[in-house]
């Protein structure tokens, strides 16, 4: 099987580092023109466009910023003239104790809400117009197992958003596929990136890996060949599903 992205101009959220970074360069390998988003990582997000060709490059937006949100889409269509697909993978996944003070536990989840569903709807609010302009795309969302069985009682907005996220791609499958548009999710258990060591520092190692069926961590480049993948249109009829990727988990 050939998977061949050089007709595809894709943006990735939060590809300056960890899934994201592994995802933009497997779709570059691919052939497809990336543009690189990143909030905070310049340094890195130029990296990762320095390594997936001359065609990509980097675009800066901070999620939790409305404004900078808003202007995203925009400024790539800018760049390239097109959008072929959107993968949504910027994420936070902060800790808040039920005891903490009440406005630390509100930005907490106003945060995490903003940077993991507020920007996909924002993102998919200027995305589809321009999809149902060209006839089709496709939407890779990059959620997490804690969508469906929660998360701890420290991470219940990370687990919120994600959920959140699962129901916003869905909706776009179920009400765009007309459009010729599809939209995928990805939910990923435990990842090896900064995201996961945060975790890792709080609960230790074999907090994360003793319910996994496999012994060894997933890595990031084990997701990044699944969104090269469904964007390549050969997955098109699996529009709506959810695709977990976590080490065996749900069977151990
Ligand atoms: N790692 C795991 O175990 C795991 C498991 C399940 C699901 N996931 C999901 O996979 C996705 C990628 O996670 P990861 O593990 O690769 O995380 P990561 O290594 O921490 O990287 C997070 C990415 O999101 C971007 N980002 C975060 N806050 C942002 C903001 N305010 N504005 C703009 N960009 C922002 C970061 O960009 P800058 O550094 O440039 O700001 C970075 O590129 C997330 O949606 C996460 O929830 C991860």
């Not at 925009?74 to 003239?81: F, H, I």
């Not at 996944?93 to 507020?118: F, K, Q």
């Not at 900064?194 to 012994?215: N, P």
């Amino acid at each position: 099987m050939n998977i061949d992205l050089s007709n595809q101009t894709i943006l990735v959220t939060g590809a300056s580092r960890g899934i994201g970074r592994a995802t933009a360069r497997a779709l570059a390998d691919a052939g497809a023109t990336v543009a690189v988003h990143y909030g905070h990582s310049k340094q890195a997000a130029r990296e990762v466009a320095d390594a997936c060709g001359p065609d990509a490059r980097p675009f800066q937006a901070d999620l939790t910023d409305l404004a900078d949100t808003d202007r995203l889409v925009e400024d790539v269509l800018d760049a390239y003239g097109q959008l072929h697909t959107l993968v949504l993978n910027a994420g936070v996944a902060r800790s808040m104790p039920l005891d903490a003070d009440t406005a630390d536990w509100a930005d907490d989840w106003n945060d995490t809400m903003h940077v993991n569903l507020r920007a996909p709807e924002l993102l998919c609010r200027h995305a589809l117009p321009h999809f149902q302009s060209k006839g089709g795309g496709r939407i890779v969302s990059i959620a997490s197992r804690a969508a469906f069985r929660g998360d701890t009682p420290d991470y219940m907005s990370y687990a919120a958003s994600k959920a959140g996220l699962v129901a916003l791609t869905r909706s776009v499958a179920r009400g765009f596929g007309d459009d010729g548009i599809k939209a995928f999710t990805l939910a990923p258990g435990f990842t090896r990136t900064d995201m996961a060591q945060d975790f890792i520092d709080t609960y230790g190692a074999h907090h994360v890996t003793s319910d996994l069926a496999l012994s060894d961590l997933t890595e990031p480049d084990d997701i990044a060949p699944f969104v090269a993948f469904l964007a390549s249109g050969q997955a098109d009829h699996a529009t709506g599903t959810t695709i977990d990727l976590n080490a065996g988990s749900y069977v151990h």
